[in-house]
């Protein structure tokens, strides 16, 4: 097991930080899409953050060489599985209900460090996941919950790839640089890309027109726009997902999979704001139960001891 010292409350800035960028970058897809297709977008944003970051690496001194490529490799084809069918599913599936399969993964998280780590699941991480979920239903709505088939199954599928993910993150990768883990990530998610467009070459499939074809759609010559929010991305999600990942390098990854629920009430800020969207009454209750369920899972056991606890106030405030 990692010991690293847990710092709550610092990843919990990270985890906000992290929320405001994607949200933003993410409300922009719908543009992307309307122009390229999924494959190409990962191809290219990839393309994009790996010259930012052969721009950054000497004036920040980043260290991109992995210490154990076997074990960065694993969780970036973890990771970028997750992803790939998260995306796949948004092809025939509500967003609401892929969305809601994706946030299980803090469930996922607990049973994962249960019986692989052996780890202890209070009542109250039970409590606050289940909270948390019912939260994410309240937000995303009842339609959330609607359609039992085998294609509703592959965003919980997703869900626990995305749990195993941020696991290895801090079981499998201990030591590494939060650059290595994010390079190794979007490097999978551009080799997918590539595959991806070659297969669509190969193999053409009827494309709709604007972003309901951006499953379907193989490589195109990309417009200004696709450019222009495709680099968004790709310096946004440099930042969101590096954010993320030091979360996950210094707490337990039960507390910041809980922490991740925010990002939907940032998407929803960020939606009011670009696009007038305005939430429900049973909406704003969902937030209000996902913010509850962050303050529990933050909360130290009462059954700590009084030196265990002083630690845990000294981690909270550096």
């Not at 210094?250 to 039960?254: K, P, Q």
């Given at each position: 097991?990692?010991?690293?010292?847990?710092?709550?409350?610092?990843?919990?800035?990270?985890?906000?930080?992290?929320?405001?960028?994607?949200?933003?970058t993410?409300?922009?897809?719908?543009?992307?899409?309307?122009?390229?297709?999924l494959?190409?977008?990962?191809?290219?944003?990839?393309?994009?953050?790996?010259?930012?970051?052969?721009?950054?690496?000497?004036?920040?001194?980043?260290?991109?060489?992995?210490?154990?490529?076997?074990?960065?490799?694993?969780?970036?084809?973890?990771?970028?599985?997750?992803?790939?069918?998260?995306?796949?599913?948004?092809a025939f599936?509500?967003?609401?209900?892929?969305?809601?399969?994706?946030?299980?993964?803090?469930?996922f998280?607990?049973?994962?460090?249960?019986?692989?780590?052996?780890?202890?699941?209070?009542?109250?991480?039970?409590?606050?996941?289940?909270?948390?979920?019912?939260?994410?239903?309240?937000?995303?709505?009842?339609?959330?919950?609607?359609?039992?088939?085998?294609?509703?199954?592959?965003?919980?599928?997703?869900?626990?790839?995305?749990?195993?993910?941020?696991?290895?993150?801090?079981?499998w990768?201990?030591?590494e640089?939060?650059?290595?883990?994010?390079?190794?990530?979007?490097?999978?998610?551009?080799?997918?890309?590539?595959?991806?467009?070659?297969?669509?070459?190969?193999?053409?499939?009827?494309?709709?027109?604007?972003?309901?074809?951006?499953?379907?759609?193989?490589?195109?010559?990309p417009?200004?726009s696709?450019?222009?929010?495709?680099?968004?991305?790709?310096?946004g999600?440099?930042?969101?997902?590096?954010?993320?990942?030091?979360?996950?390098q210094?707490?337990?990854?039960?507390k910041?999979?809980?922490?991740?629920?925010?990002?939907?009430?940032?998407?929803a800020?960020?939606?009011?704001?670009?696009w007038?969207?305005v939430?429900?009454?049973?909406?704003?209750?969902?937030?209000?139960?996902?913010?509850?369920?962050?303050?529990?899972?933050?909360?130290?056991?009462?059954?700590?001891?009084?030196?265990?606890?002083?630690?845990?106030?000294?981690?909270?405030?550096?």
């Open positions: 097991m990692s010991d690293t010292p847990n710092r709550t409350l610092a990843a919990l800035g990270a985890v906000l930080i992290y929320a405001v960028v994607i949200a933003f993410d409300n922009y897809v719908r543009v992307i899409a309307r122009d390229g297709g494959w190409q977008f990962h191809a290219t944003r990839t393309a994009m953050a790996f010259a930012i970051l052969a721009v950054l690496t000497v004036p920040l001194g980043l260290r991109l060489r992995p210490r154990r490529f076997g074990r960065v490799l694993a969780r970036s084809m973890i990771h970028g599985s997750a992803m790939v069918i998260y995306f796949g599913a948004l599936l509500p967003v609401a209900q892929v969305a809601a399969g994706l946030f299980t993964a803090p469930i998280v607990l049973l994962i460090q249960r019986f692989a780590y052996g780890q202890s699941i209070s009542a109250l991480q039970v409590l606050a996941v289940l909270v948390g979920f019912g939260g994410v239903v309240m937000v995303l709505g009842p339609e959330a919950l609607s359609g039992a088939t085998f294609a509703a199954l592959l965003p919980v599928i997703s869900g626990a790839l995305y749990a195993l993910g941020n696991i290895a993150t801090r079981e990768c201990k030591g640089s939060a650059e290595v883990l994010v390079a190794g990530f979007f490097a999978m998610l551009g080799v997918f890309g590539v595959i991806g467009m070659a297969v669509l070459t190969l193999f053409p499939l009827p494309v709709p027109e604007g972003a309901e074809g951006f499953l379907q759609r193989g490589p195109v010559w417009t200004g696709f450019l222009w929010w495709t680099f968004v991305q790709a310096a999600s440099l930042l969101g997902v590096g954010m993320i990942v030091r979360a996950y210094i707490a337990d990854a039960s910041v999979a809980v922490f991740e629920y925010v990002i939907l009430p940032a998407s800020a960020w939606g009011f704001v670009i007038g969207e939430l429900s009454w049973l909406a704003v209750a969902g937030m209000s139960l996902i913010a509850l369920a962050g303050v529990l899972i933050a909360r130290p056991s009462t059954a700590q001891s009084p030196t265990a606890s002083r630690q845990w106030r000294r981690q909270s405030e550096t």
